[in-house]
């Protein structure tokens, strides 16, 4: 307990609050457990899936970029790639060497254990800013939690290709602790651990550019928010700065706070010549950027941009900028009110005010590299480099948590209602960002199983029907910035996103056929692709050895092979009216689906569809799948005669069968009319409904 019985010593004992848990007695007991077991068990809790995604994205260039090239060239050499990041690709490349360059899992792995020490040194940033005060642990450990929950890091973490935003924040962050602790300890390899994180930061990132005057900010800030009980002018000088704010009583503050600090001008000013230094090196570096891409962005798109970092800063309540857009306000005047508000709720909220000044700072000048070099287009989009941002608003909101509770209640239970408000505004947040990754697995789980099938068939060209571009919620969270998931952009191609998980080439291609999208209620989405029409399909289908359709439904896409066209090959073991012979036909159920392998022969034009109706044995109807044959895209009107279709039809399943007795009804069908085609037997009688029965094994 400290001098003035109010402070929570780390370790210390507690009295009681009520009657809670022995455990939770424990936890709360001791701030220091608390504080680590946080951010992993939040990262965990909200990302643990995505280590079971796929590459995607940015990780196929990234990949590429790396290929072939040893480790020293990615430092002097960016050719090809328009970035140059040579401590993120140095990282990967120990992966490579370590776990294998086609295996996910293990850099999916990184970005969350990034995640997790990003929360751990956040709250010991904060923890270190507040060290005089009775709340640091207590804010320490709210900022921890609230790096970790940041919800606008949800496209980083899910992506490889993003671990550059974690790992800059990260290399930042500890730089900045390490030149506090220089400044607590006065020991020389602090300072030299500061300088080199500083230097080392734009080699990560370019935001690490503003490496060396974020530490500055932290420096200024620990001047200003530190108080020092003996000198009670300079208590008094800060207590009424928020009443009087005259120029020079903030000159009093600013020199006051500057004093003593000689010893940190020399690592300050070395960071700052190194940060400097990148500009040249960087520009040096042969890198694929066209001649004349940096221009002034005009102050319309750099006022739109600090709206949009603003927007991260404020995250707690920005989640009603969208109602606010449901009455009519456009989305940039929404987010800048609620902002705005925001701030001046801290501001009423917080004792120090300092801390308002911490975040409002460090989240400028963080995105400054950003908003200078990039047009408002380009940030929009690009939620991503709000994480370097993010420690500003996690430090601030944990302040803002932690002295609002101490305002309602002196005693213990303070650190029980800040950690009740964390979790409250992070409700919203941890939603926004489970249903990001659920986004995520709709999206990628699919590309396994092509992945798979380029694999099994490793000579014959495949077409992929609607590979995904893109997808996106109906339905956001946030005003400002993309949700969803970009899987292939159309510097891609499905042949590069195999080639990412196999080092291998395979003959694959990809097209786009709207003819066969379904209407959904949750997602919008784009396929990649030359789009094309029913003869340019039907062209394609017959140059292909094997054809693949991605279905797109709210619950997830599916990879669908679907057939090929073949010679004419087979008798008929089912005649409809000569025209359409089938000469070989089976089921095989699935978890959802039941799978038809249906061999088609052409013996004359014809123009009908097909159906295939799932049922019961008591024939209940529990699933079909009607039109076109080959998924849709190569209907039967198309079909020359001399040609054999060997198509894979997938029903799916509304309902399972209660006892595991599944039957098929099969046949054609005119579009016009709805009347069924006559279907005969190698025999030549006639067939019962004109429709072809497949029975099941029960199971």
């Known amino acids: 307990m400290g001098s003035r019985g109010q402070r929570l010593e780390v370790g210390g004992r507690k009295p009681k609050v009520g009657n809670p848990p022995a455990t939770l007695r424990l936890l709360t007991s001791n701030f220091r457990l608390l504080f680590w077991l946080t951010p992993p068990l939040v990262a965990l809790g909200l990302y643990h899936s995505t280590i ?28 090809g790639f328009p970035y140059y990041r040579p401590l993120t690709f140095g990282l990967w490349r120990a992966l490579q060497l370590a776990f294998g360059p086609t295996n996910p899992l293990p850099y999916h792995a990184l970005n969350v254990l990034a995640l997790v020490a990003n929360g751990w040194l956040v709250g010991l940033l904060a923890k270190r800013l507040a060290a005089d005060s009775k709340d640091a642990d207590l804010i320490g450990w709210l900022a921890g939690a609230l790096m970790t929950a940041f919800p606008f890091a949800a496209l980083v973490v899910t992506q490889v290709g993003s671990l550059f935003h974690l790992l800059v924040t990260l290399i930042t962050v500890a730089a900045c602790l390490c030149l506090l602790e220089y400044d607590r300890t006065r020991r020389p390899a602090w300072a030299v651990a500061s300088v080199a994180l500083a230097a080392l930061a734009p080699f990560t990132h370019e935001s690490g550019m503003a490496a060396a005057a974020l530490m500055g900010v932290c420096v200024f800030a620990n001047r200003l928010i530190i108080t020092n009980d003996s000198n009670e002018r300079l208590k008094d000088k800060l207590k009424h700065l928020s009443r009087k704010a005259g120029i020079r009583h903030l000159a009093f503050v600013i020199w006051h706070s500057s004093f003593g600090i000689r010893h940190l001008i020399r690592p300050l000013a070395l960071a700052l010549l190194l940060n400097l230094a990148f500009v040249p090196w960087w520009a040096h570096v042969p890198k694929a950027r066209p001649e004349g891409s940096f221009a002034w962005v005009g102050w319309e798109s750099l006022g739109q941009s600090a709206v949009f970092f603003l927007e991260g800063l404020t995250f707690p309540i920005q989640f009603l900028a969208r109602p606010l857009m449901a009455l009519g306000m456009a989305d940039l005047w929404a987010v800048l009110a609620l902002g705005l508000a925001a701030l001046a709720v801290a501001a009423l909220a917080l004792r120090n005010r300092r801390w308002l000044w911490l975040g409002v700072v460090y989240c400028f000048i963080a995105a400054l590299p950003a908003l200078a070099a990039l047009p408002f287009s380009y940030i929009i989009v690009s939620p991503r480099l709000m994480v370097f941002t993010a420690p500003a608003a996690a430090m601030l909101w944990a302040a803002v948590m932690g002295e609002a509770s101490s ?72 005003a400002l910035g993309h949700e969803g998931v970009e899987v292939m952009p159309g510097y891609l191609n499905p042949q590069l996103i195999a080639w990412a998980h196999t080092l ?10 709207p003819l066969v999208f379904r209407q959904l209620n949750e997602l919008y989405f784009s396929a990649w692709g030359d789009v094309l029409d029913w003869e340019a399909m039907a062209q394609r289908v017959r140059q292909a050895d094997r054809v693949a359709v991605v279905r797109y439904a709210d619950d997830g896409l599916s990879y669908q092979p679907v057939g090929r066209v073949v010679a004419a090959t087979g008798e008929a073991l089912i005649s409809f009216e000569n025209r359409i012979w089938l000469t070989s036909y089976r089921a095989e159920p699935t978890a959802r689906a039941i799978d038809l392998y249906l061999n088609w022969r052409v013996k004359a034009a014809s123009g009908e569809d097909i159906y295939a109706h799932a049922s019961d044995c008591s024939g209940k109807l529990l699933g079909q799948m009607d039109g076109a044959g080959m998924g849709g895209i190569y209907p039967i009107w198309l079909w020359p005669p001399g040609e054999s279709i060997e198509e894979v039809r997938h029903v799916e399943l509304t309902t399972p069968s209660p006892d595991g007795c599944y039957q098929i009804g099969l046949g054609l069908f005119d579009p016009k009319t709805g009347l069924r085609t006559a279907a005969f037997d190698a025999a030549g009688h006639r067939l019962d409904n004109d429709e072809v029965i497949i029975q099941l094994p029960v199971h």
């Open 407 to 478: 305002r309602v209640t002196e005693k213990q239970g303070r650190g029980w209602l800040a950690a009740a408000a964390v979790v409250i505004v992070s409700i919203v947040p941890a939603r926004h960002i489970l249903r990001e990754v659920h986004w995520h697995h709709v999206a990628l789980d699919h590309l396994r199983a092509f992945v798979a099938d380029a694999q099994a068939h490793p000579a014959e060209r495949l077409l992929v029907v609607n590979p995904v571009n893109w997808i996106a919620p109906t339905r956001a969270t946030y």
């Open 504 to 513: 291998r080439l395979y003959p694959v291609e990809g097209v786009a056929f």
């Open 52 to 79: 079971s995604l796929p590459f995607f994205w940015d990780d196929v260039a990234n990949f590429q970029f790396m290929f072939g090239r040893s480790l020293a060239q990615i430092w002097v050499d960016s050719s």
